[in-house]
């Protein structure tokens, strides 16, 4: 695993997880905007472009961030956010050891397995796969992750270095995972759009039921990821808000 670096080395450490199949772009306007005040760390996730191993797990990453933070954090950081597959490796993550990070944010993050849907994905990513290559079939994809116009190039150009069988195991991944319930007494905000599908918005509400502590934001008109891809400046006035503790 990679990591891409902002802000002040001696700051209190805030790391955001990208989701499927960005990178650590992902968050690049929310580092930028977040660089004053914290030591900001984008990793890029395994399996994603720019990353030195292909992805195995959403487990095995847990495991690779931890030790991360061990060794090159002091063993915690001040807060820790992720989107969508970055959102259930942070769930992985809290549950193992919730005192890793004194705030978490999880926006559109399913928690809901969908055991028939993951059954399915090696078949469709197989028919799925050579459409990568063309544009016309990523700007369909950019669309549906809501990815900005300004990004659809850089979001081209990282899909294109994804290999079918990671993509494969992260969307299977992805599909089947299912929260631990071990997580408690945690600073979290859940974050949902009301435009996702009703089984994010159903997993955003068990977060908020399962995790002591957090707290649900539903998002008006938002669809999923809207929030840390179109809209930074929103992100980080939430994530502030949350650790100067005025939410």
């Known amino acids: 695993m990679k990591f891409t670096e902002y802000g002040k080395k001696d700051g209190d450490t805030v790391i955001l997880l990208h989701g499927a199949g960005l990178s650590w772009w992902n968050y690049k306007k929310e580092a930028e905007l ?9 990793p890029v996730l395994d399996g994603h472009e720019g990353s030195d191993r292909p992805f195995t797990s959403i487990k095995s990453a847990a495991e690779e961030i ?9 063993g915690s950081v001040l807060a820790i956010g992720g989107l969508s597959l970055g959102g259930q490796i942070l769930l992985e993550i809290a549950a193992r050891r919730n005192k890793i990070s004194r705030f978490f944010l999880f926006e559109s993050t ?3 397995p969908m055991r028939v849907t993951a059954a399915f994905i090696p078949s469709s990513v197989s028919i799925s796969y050579p459409l990568i290559k063309h544009k016309w079939f990523s700007k369909l994809q950019a669309k549906t ?4 116009a300004d990004l659809f190039e850089t979001y081209y150009e990282s899909s294109i ?3 079918k069988e990671s993509l494969s195991r992260m969307l299977r991944e992805n599909a089947a995972f299912m929260p631990a319930s071990s997580i408690k007494e945690t600073n979290a905000l859940v974050i949902v ?6 089984i994010m918005r159903r997993s ?7 995790i002591e502590g957090s707290k649900l934001r539903i998002l008006p008109g938002y669809k999923h990821g809207e929030l840390s891809l179109r809209h930074p400046e929103e992100y980080v006035a939430l994530l502030v808000e949350m ?5």
């Not at 931890?66 to 954090?73: E, K, L, M, N």
């Not at 955003?204 to 399962?210: D, G, Q, T, V, Y």
């Open 34 to 42: 977040l660089a004053d005040r914290f030591h900001v760390i984008l």
């Open 66 to 74: 931890i030790g991360f933070i061990d060794t090159c954090c002091g």
């Open 110 to 112: 399913l928690a809901i």
């Open 145 to 148: 992750l809501g990815i900005p």
């Open 161 to 163: 270095q994804i290999s």
């Open 193 to 198: 759009g009301s435009e996702e599908r009703r």
């Open 204 to 210: 955003a509400r068990k977060l908020n039921e399962m």
């Open 243 to 247: 650790i100067d503790g005025k939410l």
